[in-house]
C-alpha cells in the first residue's frame, strides 16, 4: 500500500510540472479585457528602450537566499518588488516579443485562486518609461501571472496556459533554482 500511495505521489508532482497542472483559468471578465486593450494602446504607443531585469529569490519560498541577495544589495525595486540592478543580457528582441504575447488578448485568462504558490514574487520585469511616466509589466512564474502599471492603473491577469509554455517560457528562461 505504501508502494501505491508513493506512486500516486510520485505521479501527482511530474503532472503538475506539466501543461495539466495548470488548467483552469475563466477568459477574460469585461473589465479585464477593457484594461488589458488599454494596456495594449498604452505599449504601442510607449514601449522604447525597454529593459528587462530578473527578480530576485522568492522572499518567501527562498528566503535565506533572498535575505542574503537583499543585504549584498546591488538591487532597484519595481512596483514593491526587488530585482537584479542590471539589466538581463538576453537576445535583442526579446522585449518586443514578450511585449507582442503581451498584447494578445489571447494570453490572457481572469485571475484563479491560487492554492500552489508562495505568493505572487515576479521572476522578470521589463521597464520603459515615455512622458516621465515609467511603465513595468511584472512576470511572476510561480503563479503563472503578469501585471501591468502603466498610466492607467494596474492590470493583473494569469498567464493562458499555451501562451506560458510554448512562447513565454523560451523568452525568458526560468532561473534554476528559482522557486
Same mark, same amino acid.
Given at each position: 500500500?505504501?508502494?501505491?500511495?508513493?506512486?500516486?505521489?510520485?505521479?501527482?508532482?511530474?503532472?503538475?510540472?506539466?501543461?495539466?497542472?495548470?488548467?483552469? =483559468?475563466?477568459?477574460?471578465?469585461?473589465?479585464?479585457?477593457?484594461?488589458?486593450?488599454?494596456?495594449?494602446?498604452?505599449?504601442?504607443?510607449?514601449?522604447?528602450?525597454?529593459? /528587462?531585469?530578473?527578480?530576485?529569490?522568492?522572499?518567501? #519560498?527562498?528566503?535565506?537566499?533572498?535575505?542574503?541577495?537583499?543585504?549584498?544589495?546591488?538591487?532597484?525595486?519595481?512596483? #514593491?518588488?526587488?530585482?537584479?540592478?542590471?539589466?538581463?543580457? +538576453?537576445?535583442? #528582441?526579446?522585449?518586443?516579443?514578450?511585449?507582442? +504575447?503581451?498584447? +494578445?488578448?489571447?494570453?490572457?485568462?481572469?485571475?484563479?485562486?491560487?492554492?500552489?504558490?508562495?505568493?505572487?514574487?515576479?521572476?522578470?520585469?521589463?521597464?520603459?518609461?515615455?512622458? =516621465?511616466?515609467? @511603465?513595468?509589466?511584472?512576470?511572476?512564474?510561480?503563479?503563472?501571472?503578469?501585471?501591468?502599471? =502603466?498610466? =492607467? #492603473?494596474?492590470?493583473?491577469?494569469? /498567464?493562458?496556459?499555451?501562451?506560458?509554455?510554448?512562447?513565454?517560457?523560451?523568452?525568458?528562461? @526560468?532561473?534554476?533554482?528559482?522557486?
Amino acid at each position: 500500500m505504501k508502494v501505491l500511495a508513493s506512486c500516486a505521489a510520485g505521479l501527482l508532482l511530474v503532472s503538475c510540472s506539466t501543461q495539466t497542472c495548470w488548467k483552469g =483559468g475563466i477568459p477574460m471578465r469585461e473589465t479585464e479585457t477593457h484594461a488589458q486593450w488599454g494596456a495594449e494602446v498604452d505599449i504601442n504607443k510607449s514601449a522604447n528602450h525597454v529593459k /528587462i531585469y530578473r527578480g530576485l529569490a522568492h522572499p518567501v #519560498g527562498d528566503k535565506s537566499r533572498y535575505e542574503k541577495q537583499v543585504k549584498q544589495g546591488d538591487w532597484v525595486e519595481f512596483e #514593491g518588488f526587488k530585482f537584479h540592478k542590471e539589466p538581463a543580457e +538576453l537576445p535583442a #528582441g526579446t522585449a518586443d516579443k514578450v511585449l507582442d +504575447l503581451y498584447k +494578445l488578448s489571447a494570453s490572457h485568462e481572469a485571475q484563479a485562486v491560487k492554492t500552489t504558490c508562495d505568493g505572487f514574487h515576479p521572476d522578470y520585469a521589463l521597464v520603459w518609461s515615455k512622458g =516621465g511616466q515609467q @511603465r513595468v509589466l511584472q512576470i511572476c512564474y510561480g503563479c503563472h501571472e503578469w501585471k501591468y502599471f =502603466g498610466p =492607467g #492603473g494596474k492590470v493583473h491577469t494569469d /498567464i493562458e496556459d499555451k501562451t506560458y509554455f510554448k512562447k513565454l517560457l523560451p523568452l525568458l528562461p @526560468r532561473e534554476k533554482n528559482r522557486r
